[in-house]
């Protein structure tokens, strides 16, 4: 049973009964207070599952984003404007204070570690890259240059990873950082390919992490993942989960009870985009075939945003026609619970 469950072609999952517009979307928190954040044409909007109607967090022209974290209860959103950063919290019963901003950074993520939460951006196009806490304080640069950066929590502080260009090679690096922002030792190299490499998508599992990225190593652009531990070190080989991933898609990546889920769009053969969810062990093994999310996406299904709760999946895809596409799965990515 688990393995047609890990080899099934199509996984439908089950669909939450809400649907907004928009898209971008990303969800966070966990079982029981769980929220969805998206972008609109005038502004950003955030929805904790269970409530009447979604929040509008900030008005105006959104450049990227948005993101999403939970500390206590409270959902912290984070996305970019024309200013550059912005961070403001969203509760149960709607947004809360005056957004925070960090202006001039762009591609900025968001995570938390306990009370703590960093930034981590680029300062501006073409700038060095950046830690910061959410409080009032300069960007801490990490690297002259580089990617988007992905950044992960650990018990005690933070790691950070960044693909920038070495000579004629791509090098996909990462930094551990304290509480609150700062560079912890030198950083370390995942990994190194000729050409060009898309940038990162970061998760932690306990004592392992997992890359994902894009590189032309088989010829065409290619999704790749490859686990290390906490330092960076002790790397399988990388394995290739699609040819046809783009180098500036993002994987959504998350950690899942020892393991990892990877959830990538991808066109095939020029039709609409389509959504898929992968398990990744933790040396870097896929777990069977991949696995194409919803077999209802003749509009197209893009953009996904994936998290893990013991009960499984929860995802959050932008279709085609405008509107967001809402799902849990089971624990292996199936629609029943196995576990």
């Known amino acids: 049973m688990a393995t047609a469950c890990y ?6 999952g089950q669909r939450i009964p809400r649907r907004f ?3 971008q979307p990303a969800v966070g928190g966990t079982t ?3 929220v969805f954040v998206w972008r609109s044409t005038d ?15 900030a008005d105006g022209t959104v450049t990227d984003g948005p993101t999403v974290a939970v500390r206590r209860g409270v959902a912290l959103v984070g996305w970019c404007d024309a200013r550059g950063a912005v961070l403001r919290s969203l509760a149960l019963d709607g947004a809360l204070g005056t957004p925070t901003r960090w202006d001039g950074a762009v591609r900025a993520s968001l995570a938390v570690s306990g009370d703590y939460a960093v930034w981590v951006g680029q300062l501006g196009a073409g700038g060095a890259l950046a830690a910061r806490g959410i409080v009032d304080a300069p960007g801490q640069p990490f690297a002259e240059g580089g990617s988007r950066p992905a950044v992960v929590a650990l018990p005690d ?4 990873a960044w693909s920038a260009r070495a000579g004629d090679d791509s090098v996909l690096r990462g930094q551990a950082l304290a509480l609150d922002g700062s560079a912890r030792r030198a950083p370390f190299e995942v990994q190194r390919v000729g050409g060009v490499m898309g940038p990162p998508s970061l998760a932690r599992s306990g004592d392992r992490l997992l890359f994902a990225w894009s590189d032309h190593r088989s010829g065409d652009a ?3 993942v490859l686990t290390t531990n906490l330092q960076g070190s002790s790397a399988g080989p990388a394995q290739r989960l699609s040819i046809r991933y783009t180098d500036d898609s993002m994987a959504s990546v998350v950690g899942a009870d020892r393991r990892f889920g990877v959830s990538w769009s991808e066109t095939v053969a020029g039709a609409a985009p389509r959504s898929y969810l992968a398990r990744i062990d933790a040396q870097g093994r896929r777990l069977g075939s991949a696995m194409r999310v919803a077999v209802d996406d003749d509009s ?3 953009q996904p945003s994936l998290r893990w709760e013991r009960a499984g999946f929860v995802l959050t895809m932008a279709r085609a026609d405008g509107t967001l596409e809402l799902r849990r799965t089971g624990p292996r990515g199936c629609d029943e619970p196995l576990e």
Do not use: I, S
């Open 222 to 224: 290619g999704l790749h």
């Open 157 to 160: 502080g933070f790691v950070v």
């Open 300 to 302: 197209g299904l893009r």
């Open 7 to 12: 080899d099934a072609r199509f996984v439908t």
């Open 32 to 34: 029981g207070v769980r």
């Open 43 to 57: 502004g950003v909007y955030g929805w904790w599952e269970g409530t009447d109607v979604p929040v509008k967090v």
């Open 21 to 23: 517009v928009g898209d």
